[in-house]
């Protein structure tokens, strides 16, 4: 038996053998991913109205058109989206770099072996993350409330804290308005007239709305534990030797961080803020519970627009369109963030190791 | 040869791997042109919208009753969320066979053929109001009988107003003395009114003053109409001398929860303001009125669902007399004791109004009420009035309504 082998040439059998092992993966990635995800994109075609399986004759084929309403038509359709990007986009913007500073920040504190009660800290640190968001974003309900923790506490230093979850202003309006530059009851018609895609130059950069900013502070409080534990385990990966050398070096503290630690850290990084960005352009269970879409369309993001457009307006087809854009949004933007962190400074690492060499 | 026999069992697997997955779809994708009736005991599945615990329960006792009579059995769920859950069951050929349909969604409903037309077969057809009926009309055919309503009519807080130095003579039937009677109260130190930020609460002031979103055949658009503007300026007035709030703006849920906490002398809410008052706010005394008059007379807002049977379903007949049990007037008045809805015939209105003569101004409104939009594909639109309404008070109230207008005029000729 065991000898025939060898006549079917020695790699004959490792090749179905192998696809034997795949294949329930195969199997299972197909039947619960690839097909649902073509499905989808069979609806975002169509002009599926919910009623029975989509795949039925009787369904009709309508091409581009749930797409190109997103994009080119002057309507509802294409103003919620655009709302929604810009939303989005604001809350990417202010997410991504502050989790991943104060990620950064929190491993290097608790990563420092002279820390009394490094484990404490690090449970601390890791607890939002691991706690449901929905318990999490009921409770910030509550911290915002209009008589909320928050605004008694600005209120004993004599600050009127804004009616958060009602306050639809946006930042950048309310700051170039405290600037005294623009009366936000009356922009500047350079700005109203304009616009693009279905919103004006002064509705683009509204900045993200009070309501938003609550939702982000939520947001990089929940998350930057896990990304913390990421770069804790880097940094653990750190060699001694590296740090020690650069000591005897003389790098100072600022040093040894900025030309040791954080090039090793790099595909760390890499992978904290392609991670923050896919989940920050997701971000849906937050804004279902804590605002809907609400107040005025500030908090609306592409995935809850998706998911009502389809289940409250039964236009099943231009909310998977409105995920399809979101997908490929996702993709474009992690291969533009891949080609800006992509490895330029091969030069400093090689001027380091010849430099450890020489001293062990 | 072992080699063989291994490709023979990758192959094999292989194709039952893809059978399996030829064969999940397959069941999905066959289409449901006329689905089989089922004579004799039925196993209904009802899914009901339930505004709390008292409904669930009310309803899970009247389908228990419904059953043991008949010799069928019902199994009522509570949704979570209405919608979701039955566009999700619509989309997966598995409705259930009666359910909650909210008229303001009604119309997408039946424009998508989800609906059984069954109102005529009703026994007690002749009996609801003919307004409620005109709601769950779609292309000539009745489809659904109206479960019950409720109308908007404005709450006062007795030991507020008289705390403001008010008396029985105050009480506002029109938007001039509304006006005159909440700067009394603002003058007081108190926040005179809450009002919902929806079309569902402002929408009232619309009727008051003679305009709607939509014509009365539900085939023109009339948003940007003088009516309109008149009101929402009106309403836009009350918001900038602080006179009416939102209920977020005092840190409320809805109009009923800043009433029932204090926060405001008086709130426009519905019927269903009774049952959150005797719960959460036992200790709280308060009148019920008719809402204030407009220019154009008296003018309020009704809210209705129906009971809706799915065009899928196998046991139509059978629901057809679940129905006819639910909306009977003895049932009818057992959910008005129960949860606080008006029932939707006309005959059950003396037994109603002899049980519950607080109500007065609610079961009046039924006179001059006026429906939700009743058109397909308005949610989108509405819920962007909506957006529109929150931000009012800083807003232009013509901006606002030529914007509806584009919108509701885009949504009814597509």
């Known amino acids: 038996m065991f000898g025939s082998r060898r006549r079917g040439g020695i790699r004959g059998n490792e090749a179905v053998a192998g696809w034997l092992f795949v294949a329930p993966v195969v199997v299972i990635l197909g039947l619960f991913l690839l097909l649902p995800i073509l499905m989808a994109l ?26 190109t309403r997103l994009f080119t038509q ?40 002279v820390l009394r009660g490094r484990s404490f800290f690090r449970t601390a640190f890791y607890f939002p993350s691991v706690t449901s968001s929905v318990a999490i974003s009921v409770m910030f309900l509550f911290l915002f409330a209009n008589t909320g923790a928050v605004n008694s506490l600005l209120s004993v230093f004599g600050l009127d804290g804004p009616q958060w979850f009602a306050d639809p202003r946006g930042l950048l309006h309310l700051t170039l308005s405290g600037l005294g530059l623009v009366d936000p009851a009356h922009p500047p018609a350079a700005l109203t007239d304009s616009g693009l895609l279905g919103l004006s130059w002064w509705e683009w950069l509204s900045g993200p709305s009070v309501a938003m900013s609550t939702i982000i502070i939520l947001v990089v409080w929940t998350t930057s534990g896990t990304f913390m534990l990421m770069f804790l385990a880097a940094l653990q990966d750190v060699p001694v030797q590296l740090e020690e ?31 923050g960005l896919i989940s920050t352009w997701q971000v849906f269970d ?16 592409p995935a809850y627009l998706s998911y009502r457009t389809a289940f409250k307006d039964f236009e099943y087809g231009s909310g998977a369109a409105i995920s399809f854009v979101l997908f490929l949004l996702i993709v474009v933007l992690t291969l533009g963030q891949r080609w800006v962190m992509r490895d330029r400074d091969r030069v400093p690492r090689t001027r380091l190791l010849p430099t450890r060499t020489r001293r062990s | 040869m072992f080699h063989s026999r291994l490709r023979r069992t990758a192959i094999a697997v292989a194709a039952a791997g893809a059978l399996a997955v030829t064969s999940a779809c397959g069941s999905g994708f066959d289409d449901g042109a006329t689905t089989e009736q089922s004579s004799g005991p039925a196993a209904l599945q009802v899914l009901i919208g339930s505004s709390g615990e008292a409904e669930t329960k009310a309803v899970n006792d009247a389908a228990a009753k419904w059953a043991t009579a008949t010799g069928n059995t019902a199994t009522v769920t509570p949704a979570q969320d209405l919608s979701q859950q039955l566009g999700q069951a619509f989309a997966g050929d598995s409705p259930p066979d009666v359910f909650y349909v909210d008229a303001s969604r009604f119309a997408d409903y039946a424009s998508v053929g989800a609906l059984e037309p069954y109102g005529d077969k009703l026994a007690n057809k002749g009996d609801f109001y003919d307004s409620l009926k005109q709601t769950f009309t779609y292309d000539g055919k009745f489809y659904c009988a109206p479960k019950d309503f409720s109308t908007l009519a404005l709450q006062v807080n007795t030991d ?96 009923g929860e800043a009433f029932g906490k204090g926060k405001a002398v008086m709130t426009i809410e519905g019927n269903w303001i009774k049952g959150a008052m005797a719960n959460d706010f036992p200790n709280v005394k308060y009148t019920v009125h008719e809402l204030p008059a407009g220019p154009k007379g008296k003018g309020t807002l009704s809210f209705t669902n129906c009971w809706g049977i799915s065009a899928k379903s196998k046991f139509k007949d059978q629901a057809i007399k679940f129905v006819e049990a639910m909306t009977s007037v003895d049932q009818q008045l057992a959910y008005a004791k129960a949860f606080g809805v008006m029932p ?35 949610d989108s639109v509405l819920s962007d009035f909506d957006t529109q309404l929150q931000k009012l008070a800083t807003g232009d109230p013509k901006a606002v309504l030529e914007r509806v207008q584009k919108n509701v005029a885009a949504a009814l000729g597509s």
Do not use: C
Request: a positive charge; hydrophobic letters at 40%.
């Open chain 1, 42 to 67: 069979w609806v975002s075609l169509s002009g599926w109205n919910g009623q029975g399986s989509p795949f039925r004759d009787d369904v009709p084929f309508v091409g581009a058109d749930n797409y």
């Open chain 1, 74 to 113: 002057d309507g509802l359709a294409r103003e919620n989206f655009m709302t929604s990007i810009r939303n989005n986009a604001y809350y990417v913007l202010l997410v991504v770099p502050a989790q991943t500073v104060l990620a950064l920040g929190l491993a290097l504190v608790v990563n420092r072996r």
């Open chain 1, 245 to 275: 050398a650069s000591l005897i070096d003389g790098a100072g503290p600022w040093q040894r961080l900025r030309y040791v630690t954080l090039p090793l850290l790099k595909p760390t990084m890499f992978l904290v803020i392609t991670l």
């Open chain 1, 286 to 301: 937050q804004i279902y519970v804590m605002s809907q879409g609400n107040p005025a369309k500030t908090t609306l993001t």
């Open chain 2, 160 to 255: 507020l107003w008289t705390k403001a130095g008010l008396t029985d003579a105050d009480l506002p039937t029109t938007w001039e003395q509304l006006q005159a009677t909440a700067e009394k109260i603002k003058a007081k130190g108190l926040t005179p009114l809450v009002v919902g930020d929806t079309r569902d609460r402002i929408g009232a002031f619309l009727v008051q003053a003679g305009g709607w979103l939509v014509s009365t055949d539900g085939k023109q658009a009339t948003a940007d109409s003088p009516e309109n503007l008149q009101a929402l300026t009106y309403f836009q007035g009350l918001q900038k001398k602080g006179l009416a709030v939102f209920p977020k703006q005092v840190d409320a849920g809805w109009g």
């Open chain 2, 344 to 378: 939707s015939l006309k005959t059950a209105k003396d037994g109603y109004s002899q049980q519950f003569p607080a109500d007065g101004p609610f079961v009046t409104g039924a006179d001059y009420a006026h429906g939700p939009v009743n058109a397909p594909k308005m």
